[in-house]
């Protein structure tokens, strides 16, 4: 039977640690490797109003079939939505509504990518676009970035000097899963260089929306004046996962194509699913929405990186990003998956960061998300983590009590010693 399977088969790779954690069934296990939404803020009541009134203005259209690219009101307010958030210039013949973000970039990936094409990449990348790209035979490249973002001079080179390169993958917003975001600099940078290549951009907007210090950034569609770049978004973070719907925004030249493919693969996204946000966004505030998960989910960061300052090695190294649901961490000498199974016996887990990069690599690195757990489990959860660290010999911060008296007393070099400890 096997021999019947086509050739893409064997470019999906299976991710153990998403299928056993992504959805934990131990309760006693605190998982920072799922990243559901949190479920508290989900609008439960206005969903159901929002049900109701599309059955009652909608019925007989909302348990149709819809237009292979989503219905009009719906593409028109996301239109005005991306405008406004992201500084696009789309009407509703740029949007295409997909189902959630991961079919956005099946889509792109269908549309552009033939076996050996080059997909360039600033690693670590996500899991979904690594699965969504991989079935199409794509050959990742990664480009080395600051933390400002690609560099663009190593942009250019691999744009000059690979051949076959369809596509750029980039999250300038709170990089999935690593947290950087680009400047504005970077951005400009970035378009400017890649206006003179025959590639198209994929821009994952897909947590945007969560920033929790600073203002938002320009998205690089927005400088983008030949229509190369293409967004996704999506609404599973912001509104509620189990309404599947996300978004893709494109020149009026590439979204005739994308609608295409979106025909080829499901004939029209779920239309009462459609009309159920449409209402929604029509009645409710989303943005106000989107302030309270923000406050929840910045609160959530901040415990986060309070316990890792009181429990990691110093040589532990992690990020406190503006935005986004995930932090990441490096820590020289560690082996992510070897601290992962001394985790698992502490009932605590984490994704490895070898997950993240195509061609090896990540493997002193791992990610936590911060979106379901309360605030108690964090702090749990996170001296768990120290736990199974200091078993495989690396070991928190020694605390020492200073008498002022006697500190006062050493000269400057014993001073310096004991604030080092």
Same mark, same amino acid.
């Given at each position: 039977?096997?021999?019947?399977?086509?050739?893409?088969?064997?470019?999906?790779?299976?991710?153990?640690?998403?299928?056993?954690?992504?959805?934990?069934?131990?309760?006693?296990?605190?998982?920072?490797?799922?990243?559901?939404?949190?479920?508290?803020?989900?609008?439960?009541?206005?969903?159901?109003?929002?049900?109701?009134?599309?059955?009652?203005?909608?019925?007989?259209?909302?348990?149709?079939?819809?237009?292979?690219?989503?219905?009009?009101?719906?593409?028109?307010?996301?239109?005005?939505?991306?405008?406004?958030?992201?500084?696009?210039?789309?009407?509703?013949?740029?949007?295409?509504?997909?189902?959630?973000?991961?079919?956005?970039?099946?889509?792109?990936?269908?549309?552009?990518?033939?076996?050996?094409?080059?997909?360039?990449?600033?690693?670590?990348?996500?899991?979904?676009?690594?699965?969504?790209?991989?079935?199409?035979?794509?050959?990742?490249?990664?480009?080395?970035?600051?933390?400002?973002?690609?560099?663009?001079?190593?942009?250019?080179?691999?744009?000059?000097?690979?051949?076959?390169?369809?596509?750029?993958?980039?999250?300038?917003?709170?990089? *999935?899963?690593?947290?950087?975001?680009?400047?504005?600099?970077?951005?400009?940078?970035?378009?400017?260089?890649?206006?003179?290549?025959?590639?198209?951009?994929?821009?994952?907007?897909?947590?945007?929306?969560?920033?929790?210090?600073?203002?938002?950034?320009?998205?690089?569609?927005?400088?983008?004046?030949?229509?190369?770049?293409?967004?996704?978004?999506?609404?599973? *973070?912001?509104?509620?996962?189990?309404?599947?719907?996300?978004?893709?925004?494109?020149?009026?030249?590439?979204?005739?194509?994308?609608?295409?493919?979106?025909?080829?693969?499901?004939?029209?996204?779920?239309?009462?699913?459609?009309?159920?946000?449409?209402?929604?966004?029509?009645?409710?505030?989303?943005?106000?929405?989107?302030?309270?998960?923000?406050?929840?989910?910045?609160?959530?960061?901040?415990?986060?990186?309070?316990?890792?300052?009181?429990?990691?090695?110093?040589?532990?190294?992690?990020?406190?990003?503006?935005?986004?649901?995930?932090?990441?961490?490096?820590?020289?000498?560690?082996?992510?998956?070897?601290?992962?199974?001394?985790?698992?016996?502490?009932?605590?887990?984490?994704?490895?960061?070898?997950?993240?990069?195509?061609?090896?690599?990540?493997?002193?690195?791992?990610?936590?998300?911060?979106?379901?757990?309360?605030?108690? *489990?964090?702090?749990?959860?996170?001296?768990?983590?120290?736990?199974?660290?200091?078993?495989?010999?690396?070991?928190?911060?020694?605390?020492?009590?200073?008498?002022?008296?006697?500190?006062?007393?050493?000269?400057?070099?014993?001073?310096?010693?004991?604030?080092?400890?």
């Amino acid at each position: 039977m096997n021999s019947l399977f086509a050739n893409r088969i064997r470019e999906i790779k299976t991710h153990k640690i998403r299928e056993r954690l992504e959805v934990p069934s131990d309760s006693g296990l605190i998982s920072f490797a799922t990243s559901l939404p949190a479920k508290e803020l989900f609008p439960v009541k206005e969903i159901e109003e929002a049900t109701r009134e599309a059955f009652n203005r909608w019925q007989d259209s909302a348990l149709q079939y819809s237009q292979s690219e989503g219905i009009f009101p719906l593409r028109e307010k996301i239109s005005q939505r991306s405008n406004k958030k992201f500084m696009t210039k789309y009407d509703s013949n740029n949007i295409c509504i997909s189902t959630g973000s991961q079919q956005g970039f099946d889509i792109v990936g269908k549309l552009f990518i033939n076996d050996g094409d080059v997909v360039l990449y600033e690693p670590p990348i996500p899991l979904s676009v690594l699965m969504a790209f991989s079935v199409y035979g794509v050959k990742f490249i990664e480009v080395a970035a600051d933390e400002h973002g690609m560099l663009i001079e190593d942009v250019e080179s691999a744009l000059r000097m690979e051949k076959n390169v369809k596509m750029i993958y980039i999250c300038p917003d709170f990089m *999935r899963p690593s947290g950087k975001s680009w400047d504005i600099e970077r951005r400009k940078a970035f378009i400017e260089t890649i206006l003179d290549f025959d590639v198209v951009v994929i821009e994952d907007i897909t947590f945007s929306d969560f920033r929790f210090e600073g203002e938002h950034l320009p998205t690089v569609a927005s400088f983008d004046d030949k229509g190369q770049v293409i967004l996704i978004g999506s609404f599973s *973070r912001i509104f509620c996962p189990g309404v599947r719907l996300g978004w893709i925004g494109a020149s009026n030249y590439l979204v005739e194509h994308i609608r295409k493919m979106k025909c080829s693969s499901d004939l029209s996204p779920p239309t009462l699913d459609q009309h159920i946000l449409d209402c929604y966004l029509r009645v409710y505030d989303i943005e106000e929405h989107i302030r309270k998960l923000i406050e929840l989910y910045r609160e959530r960061r901040d415990i986060l990186d309070s316990a890792m300052r009181e429990y990691f090695p110093k040589a532990a190294d992690y990020s406190k990003p503006e935005g986004g649901l995930y932090t990441w961490v490096k820590m020289e000498g560690l082996n992510a998956r070897e601290l992962l199974e001394k985790c698992v016996e502490q009932r605590v887990a984490f994704v490895p960061g070898d997950s993240f990069f195509s061609q090896g690599g990540g493997d002193e690195m791992f990610r936590l998300s911060i979106t379901s757990l309360p605030v108690e *489990r964090i702090r749990a959860g996170i001296k768990r983590i120290a736990k199974g660290m200091s078993i495989l010999g690396f070991h928190p911060p020694t605390r020492v009590t200073i008498n002022p008296q006697a500190y006062l007393e050493l000269d400057k070099d014993k001073q310096k010693k004991v604030l080092s400890l």
